[in-house]
Each structure stands twice: as structure tokens, then as C-alpha cells.
């Protein structure tokens, strides 16, 4: 019963977090404000579903369910801390293509055709929109801008 209280709890947080980001990027540009506010509502709606979702279960964890609960936040916080390290080391678009290739040959134990071409298409589509279509420059990564600066001009 705790548990769930506690995950109700977070929705409303996170969702509360949602609103303040939705609410302020209503003061960017017109052209700033459309990520933002295309994952905004998209995340408020799923988070709200999730609420909802676990306002109605009636079913409580206890023991064993428990403490796999608890391993698999610590796992998603290792992973999340993982991600966040990669792209300061490597930048979005080769973190992206190393996070994206391990999880689908070896998490979902697709074939690496498959990976390389899952992997791929992502990466072109993100360069494509950001770069292209937004003209936003990503983080580059420091490795990427270390051996760039070792490069004759």
C-alpha cells in the first residue's frame, strides 16, 4: 500500500514538473516551443494515465515484489547516470547510436541487421530534424571535440 501511495505520489510530481515546463515555453520563440511543448503534453497525458492507472489498481506489493522494485529503480538510475556520462563523453548522436545498438542486440536480442538498421534510421531521422529541420546544434561530446582539435585545419 506504501508503495503504491509512493508511486501515485511521483506521477503528481512529475506531472506538476510537466505543467511548469509546458507553462514555460510558452515564453520561447514560436519555433523554440515546439519540441517542448510536442513532449510535454505527450508525457502529461501518459503521465496522468499512469496515475489514474495506479488509483484504480487495488492490488498491493509485499516481500519479494518489493525488493524487485527497488532493484529494478536502482538498475533504471544506474542506467539513466550511465546515459547521462556517454553523452558528455561521446555527444547526442554517438551516445544515441551506442545506447541504441546495445539495447537492441543485446537487450532485445534483435539481429544485428536489424540493429544496425534500427539503429541507423534513428540517427538519420534525429540528424534530419534537429540539424536540418531546426537547425539545432547538439552537444558534440568532449572525445568527439578532443580529436577534432587534433586535426589539421
Keep these: 500500500m506504501v508503495q503504491r501511495r509512493n508511486e501515485i505520489l511521483f506521477g503528481i510530481f512529475l506531472a506538476i514538473t510537466i505543467l511548469i515546463f509546458i507553462g514555460a515555453s510558452f515564453f520561447y ?14 508525457s502529461l497525458v501518459l503521465v496522468l494515465y499512469q496515475i489514474f492507472t495506479d488509483l484504480a489498481a487495488r492490488k498491493s506489493r509485499v516481500g519479494d515484489e518489493e ?26 548522436f554517438g551516445s544515441m547510436g551506442i545506447i541504441l545498438m546495445g539495447l537492441t542486440r543485446f537487450w ?5 541487421l536489424a540493429s544496425i ?13 534537429f540539424t536540418m529541420i531546426f537547425a539545432i546544434d547538439l552537444y558534440p561530446g568532449a572525445i568527439p571535440s578532443f580529436v577534432i582539435s587534433l586535426l589539421p585545419e
Design 67 to 92: 525488493l524487485l522494485s527497488q532493484s529494478k529503480v536502482l538498475s533504471g538510475f544506474s542506467f539513466a547516470a550511465g546515459c547521462g556520462i556517454l553523452v558528455l563523453l561521446c555527444g547526442f
Design 117 to 129: 538498421t534500427i539503429t541507423a534510421s534513428l540517427l538519420i531521422f534525429s540528424y534530419l530534424l
Design 108 to 112: 532485445f536480442r534483435e539481429s544485428w
Design 29 to 42: 520563440s514560436p519555433k523554440a516551443r515546439l519540441v517542448p511543448l510536442v513532449i510535454g503534453f505527450f
